[in-house]
DNA sequence: AAAAATAGGACAGTGATGTTGACGTATTAA
DNA sequence: TTAATACGTCAACATCACTGTCCTATTTTT
């Protein structure tokens, strides 16, 4: 890959590409919004819950790292979040700086409940579009991930 | 596909794709905000371009459910758009009601390099993860869309 | 031990983009 | 002629993100 190869693809190729994960991405997130609503959050809200489920016990500059945000973003986030009891911070005892999150048993409760929502739909997805089609998805959507991005989003599948 | 299958997928699969899908779509979609920013729009603009561009002569009512916002929504955007030259409104001759959006060659010369932006990220997604990944990457991605908005995706690939 | 760096938190103001409700005009369909 | 439709506007509000600033406690470096 150190010459930079003619692309093969046409710009009908790529704008295809540009338009399916847009929609793509719209309708996936789409599932989850009626229960937030219910509950009177979010989706900045549920994208907190989803990767302290996924990390628990992560520490607040590593959930700043994963959604790329501010620390004033994320504070009212997770201030809201700890207030209605479904995300609790424990100082760490290697730092006592840090702030370890952890899902509360009704924070994992729910987050279960809006993985269920998004779940359906994409193993639907998975279905349909049969099994041998789920590695080129992954391959392009990480190939899209910047560089200096990729361990950190694959770590999140190492726990 | 009348029987329910049971889904061969376990939840890492699920969940990792739920994450790239939303790394892969973050990451995209960066890649033009400098040059918006330059320019002194947002993305809800890109939007409006991208879209126009793609369908020149689309009514309001079409862009309205290709981005299924709220016409006050959109209004803004397109009212800034119009009043910076990159935007068109013509009355249709078939009905005086509508107008049909288009794109001045300044809006057009501002697509396309916007347009590059993400190419340029895009192609090389499908170059690094191979040509017979793209199907698979597509097929997926369809199917999240929603059965009713399938057409209205599928047109834009129609012009 | 002291200085510097770091983690997190808070305050405050602002901006982009989305929503709801309401109202109105012109045009088309019933 | 009446009803429906397309678009436009006004207004207020909500979500979620940003910047700048300041502070305390803790850890690291000098």
New interface residues.
């Given amino acids: 890959?150190a010459d930079p190869?003619p692309?093969?693809?046409n710009?009908?190729?790529?704008?295809?590409?540009?338009?399916?994960?847009?929609?793509?991405?719209?309708?996936?997130t789409r599932m989850a919004d009626q229960r937030l609503e219910t509950q009177g959050l979010g989706r900045a809200h549920h994208?907190v819950l989803?990767f302290i489920s996924?990390q628990p016990g992560l520490n607040v500059s590593e959930l700043l790292r994963l959604l790329?945000v501010t620390k004033q973003s994320l504070s009212r986030v997770l201030g809201e979040l700890t207030q209605r009891g479904l995300v609790e911070l424990r100082t760490s005892a290697q730092d006592r700086r840090q702030r370890l999150l952890f899902l509360t048993p009704d924070g994992a409760t729910l987050e279960s409940a809006l993985?269920g929502d998004?779940?359906s739909?994409?193993?639907?997805?998975?279905?349909?579009?049969?099994?041998?089609?789920?590695?080129?998805?992954?391959?392009?959507?990480?190939?899209?991930?910047?560089e200096e991005?990729r361990a950190m989003?694959q770590a999140?599948?190492g726990g």
């Fill in positions: 890959m190869i692309c093969p693809f710009e009908s190729d790529i704008r295809r590409g540009i338009e399916l994960i847009y929609f793509g991405y719209s309708h996936l994208r989803y996924r790329n993985f998004l779940s739909r994409l193993s639907a997805a998975y279905a349909e579009a049969g099994n041998e089609s789920v590695p080129g998805f992954w391959a392009i959507l990480t190939s899209l991930i910047a991005d989003v999140l599948d």
